[in-house]
């Protein structure tokens, strides 16, 4: 079975849409088509130039990695390093490079993080640092007689979610007044009067980057030639999207039986921790990857435990006796994230081939 590449794209960016990446990230499609035609994908953390030998020996003509292999700016491709040559092999080859990186870390149901929290059987999880600034609010005016259907459309297309609950908005009714001029074809009215009719102002909220989709529907369902409508960014924080997560174990556990059960359910050689003050352990926060930005996050909410990677000496003595900070390494705390991708698109393709890398790219080896 193939796919066309913009349909792979769409199903990943449904869960993590680009919107949601940090201002120096990457993501997103960097090499090829998205009218390609994939026939099977492999599936890595991240992309190399062994990756793409991979990628070639087993015939997969499209590579989808959580780091992107592109992050600043390519000012020539003549092999002079490792990406230069995985960019141009991917090409010659005709293999798309797609990656979804902090898209995919800032969303709760999904995501990075969510996956690490599974596997260490955490329960009641919430975002540990909401977004704020993503959503945003759209009033419309239009004639009562029409509102139902233009709340409707707002609906369809995505507007009024908010956490577990749909269809939400506001609405109140007021008296509206235009004079139609010259040039204009108005659905209401007469040129050159003024009229006043009752209208209802509908309030409605929404992810920023669905935005064109509900004006669309706005527009298409509106019957004025003139819309009168305005669009405002909240500064609401959002609780689905956000870094790092927090959540409970089913039952406490002493610091010991815990550092046992981090080894071994993400399957740990060897990693750092601080000395451990409390008594019990209870409450854990969790950012896959680098997250040295969250140690005060994670003491704020009061966790026990803070589990994140690349964390600086001097980062270390932030813990102040308040919670136990492990460093677990960034490849072994996202290395999970590979069968998160392939999740996600084994329920939408079934019957669509994607392979798990089996390049070792951790840069880092450890001598015991």
């Given at each position: 079975m193939s796919v066309k590449l913009f349909q792979i794209i769409h199903e990943i960016e449904s869960i993590a849409p680009l919107y949601l990446q940090?201002?120096?990230?990457?993501?997103?499609?960097?090499?090829?088509?998205?009218?390609?035609?994939?026939?099977?994908?492999?599936?890595?953390?991240?992309?190399?130039e062994a990756v793409i030998d991979e990628a070639i020996a087993k015939n997969c003509n499209l590579v989808i990695a959580h780091h992107p292999l592109i992050f600043g700016g390519l000012k020539r491709l003549v092999g002079q390093n490792d990406v230069q040559r995985a960019v141009v092999k991917a090409i010659q080859h005709n293999i798309a490079l797609y990656a979804c990186h902090t898209n995919l870390?800032?969303?709760?149901?999904?995501?990075?993080?969510?996956?690490?929290?599974?596997?260490?059987e955490l329960n009641h999880l919430k975002v540990l640092q909401p977004k704020k600034n993503i959503l945003q609010k759209l009033s419309v005016f239009v004639p009562?007689?029409?509102?139902?259907?233009?709340?409707d459309a707002l609906f369809t297309a995505g507007a009024g979610n908010i956490g577990n609950y749909s269809e939400c908005g506001f609405s109140h009714e007021g008296q509206g007044s235009f004079k139609p001029n010259d040039g204009s074809k108005p659905t209401i009215g007469q040129l050159g009067t003024r009229e006043v009719l009752t209208e209802t102002k509908i309030e409605v909220v929404f992810p920023a980057w669905k935005s064109s989709e509900i004006l669309s529907a706005m527009f298409d369902a509106h019957p004025y030639e003139e819309v009168a409508y305005h669009l405002v960014t909240m500064e609401n924080?959002?609780?689905?999207?956000?870094?790092?997560?927090?959540?409970?174990?089913?039952?406490?556990?002493?610091?010991?039986?815990?550092?046992?059960?981090?080894?071994?359910k993400m399957e740990l050689d060897v990693f750092k921790h601080t000395e451990f003050f409390g008594v019990e352990i209870k409450k854990v926060a969790i950012c896959g990857g680098s997250g040295a930005f969250l140690i005060q996050r994670a003491k704020s909410v009061n966790a026990d435990v803070y589990i994140s990677s690349d964390i600086k000496y001097h980062e270390f003595?932030?813990?102040?006796?308040?919670?136990?900070?492990?460093?677990?390494?960034h490849f072994e705390s996202e290395k999970y994230t590979i069968d998160l991708i392939m999740d996600i698109l084994s329920k939408k393709f079934p019957n669509f081939a994607t392979i798990f890398a089996h390049?070792?790219?951790?840069?880092?080896?450890?001598y015991r």
């Open positions: 940090e201002p120096y990230d990457n993501s997103g499609l960097l090499v090829g088509n998205k009218n390609q035609e994939i026939h099977q994908a492999l599936v890595c953390l991240d992309c190399t870390d800032n969303v709760l149901k999904h995501g990075v993080n969510e996956k690490i929290a599974q596997k260490l009562t007689d029409n509102a139902q259907t233009l709340t924080a959002v609780h689905e999207f956000g870094s790092g997560v927090v959540g409970e174990l089913a039952n406490s556990m002493s610091k010991i039986d815990f550092l046992n059960h981090l080894k071994e003595f932030d813990a102040e006796k308040q919670l136990m900070i492990c460093d677990i390494g390049t070792n790219t951790n840069p880092i080896q450890y």
